[in-house]
């Protein structure tokens, strides 16, 4: 069975960093593209970028360059996505999703991020 | 960037009635359109993929087509569970996938 399961809900003060992760099971990790989505509290959802976990080809949405970093450690089958210094506006939660030519069948469960003073 | 645009924002249907969402790219992508469901506390839930093929599991009361800019999501006969919010993705633009703003389906 196909899975991906994120890291738990995370609180943290403007201005610390953060990496939070996505493991996937049950399928060859290194085949498949991982994409990072954000929605913000009431908001729809939004593409931040995509990783290839096999050589760590990474792309991301002109919003996000710079404000994201998106990484992959294939001997563990772990996605990740990291910020270096956090902000009030980044609170929301934040899926992964598996890629193919036929839609994102495959999401984590999301992983919340709370940024408050 | 291509740009997603669904209609209406909010539609509201009684239970066993037809829905039809809308969603329309600034540009063509051709067949490379996803339809996902959300529900409150949920992640998304691929429905279509390819404008108009159902995803594994998903009931034959939804339907998708289009093609280029206009496309469209129809539920036959709306069932409790179906209220949720919908959502398009052009995945076209490789790799600056986009999202429509949703739809909100509702009770009426």
């Known amino acids: 069975e196909v899975q991906l399961v994120q890291s738990g809900a995370e609180v943290k003060k403007p201005g610390e960093s953060l990496k939070i992760s996505c493991k996937g099971s049950?399928?060859?990790?290194?085949?498949?593209?991982i994409g990072w989505v954000r929605q913000m509290p009431g908001k729809g959802l939004e593409w931040l970028g995509i990783i290839y976990p096999s050589d760590s080809d990474t792309r991301y949405s002109p919003s996000f360059r710079g404000q994201v970093t998106i990484s992959a450690d294939k001997s563990i089958n772990t996605a990740y996505l990291q910020w270096s210094s956090l902000k009030a506006s980044d609170t929301a939660m934040y899926y992964c999703a598996r890629h193919s030519s036929e839609g994102d069948a495959y999401w984590g469960q999301g992983t919340l991020v709370t940024v408050s003073s | 960037e291509i740009v997603m645009t669904q209609s209406p924002a909010t539609l509201s249907v009684s239970p066993g009635e037809r829905a039809t969402l809308s969603c329309r790219a600034s540009?063509?992508?051709?067949?490379?359109l996803a339809w996902y469901q959300q529900k409150a506390g949920q992640a998304p839930r691929l429905l279509i993929f390819g404008a108009s093929t159902r995803a594994t599991g998903i009931p034959d009361r939804f339907g998708g087509s289009g093609f280029g800019t206009e496309f469209t999501l129809t539920i036959s006969s709306l069932q409790s569970e179906d209220f949720a919010v919908y959502y398009c993705?052009?995945?076209?633009?490789?790799?600056?996938?986009?999202f429509g703003q949703g739809t909100k389906l509702e009770i009426k």
């Open positions: 049950g399928y060859d990790f290194t085949r498949y593209w």
């Open positions: 993705q052009q995945y076209n633009n490789w790799p600056m996938y986009t």
């Open positions: 540009q063509s992508v051709r067949s490379d």
